[in-house]
């Protein structure tokens, strides 16, 4: 099955500047890519949902990057505020519809801002 | 988040049985339960795909699902172990629609066992 690397575990940024998350993943299948955010004591919620198909993704205040080359998707958080500090988790899940509706999670990674 | 509901909030228990209720007011087709251990992500226990239970991790026999309808989702738990303490999420999702299909997830409900 899919296995999904993610890093860094931690990340600390100061109010104003970038962060930068980073998931790899293995197999060369088409997948769905997803971003989720989770705040303490609260689910997950979906940032953004990424299409093999597209490279290059504006969300509010982020940017998802879709590496197809290297297998790689990425968040960048630009100008990070204190509000952003939560653990982010990468999901994919296979395109194919086999009847596997699995989504692989990364390990997550937990991000702190700096005021 | 009011689209997916749980209860209870949160749980304590002895080696005792209890249910885990859930309910979604997306109209999705898929619902799934997930447990996510402390510093964890998210692991999937069970998928129900149209009260169908298709996808059974090999999770303890102690967790039982039921679904009794399409909105619906039960975890019942019989002897709780220590290692069962965790947040539960429920969340579904409408397959079949490729390109709308995502994963929304309740508030979860967090269990401690003693």
């Known amino acids: 099955g899919e296995q999904v690397e993610q890093r860094p575990p931690h990340l600390s940024v100061r109010e104003g500047d970038s962060a930068v998350i980073i998931c790899t993943y293995t197999?060369?299948?088409?997948?769905?890519f997803f971003w989720y955010k989770q705040e303490p004591g609260a689910g997950l919620q979906l940032l953004m949902k990424?299409?093999?198909?597209?490279e290059i993704n504006e969300g509010q205040g982020f940017t998802v990057l879709l590496n197809k080359k290297d297998k790689q998707l990425s968040l960048n958080l630009t100008a990070a505020h204190p509000g952003d500090s939560a653990v982010y988790f990468c999901?994919?899940?296979?395109?194919?519809?086999?009847?596997?509706?699995?989504?692989?999670f990364g390990a997550g990674t937990r991000l702190k801002v700096i005021a | 988040n009011t689209k997916i509901t749980q209860s209870p909030r949160y749980l304590i228990l002895g080696r005792a049985n209890k249910s885990l209720e859930c309910e979604q007011h997306?109209?999705?087709?898929?619902m799934y339960w997930y447990k996510q251990s402390a510093e964890k992500p998210p692991e999937l226990m069970f998928l129900y795909n149209l009260k169908q239970l298709i996808r059974n991790e090999t999770v303890p026999s102690r967790f039982i699902p039921e679904c009794p309808d399409s909105s619906k989702l039960l975890l019942h738990i019989s002897a709780v172990d220590p290692e069962d303490s965790a947040v539960y999420f429920c969340?579904?999702?409408?397959?079949?629609?490729?390109?709308?299909?995502?994963?929304?997830f309740g508030h979860g409900t967090k269990l401690s066992v003693l």
């Open positions: 969340a579904s999702s409408q397959v079949g629609t490729e390109n709308n299909e995502r994963l929304f």
């Open positions: 990424v299409f093999s198909s597209t």
């Open positions: 999901a994919v899940r296979p395109i194919v519809n086999t009847g596997n509706y699995k989504y692989v």
């Open positions: 997306l109209g999705h087709n898929a």
């Open positions: 197999d060369p299948n088409s997948y769905y």
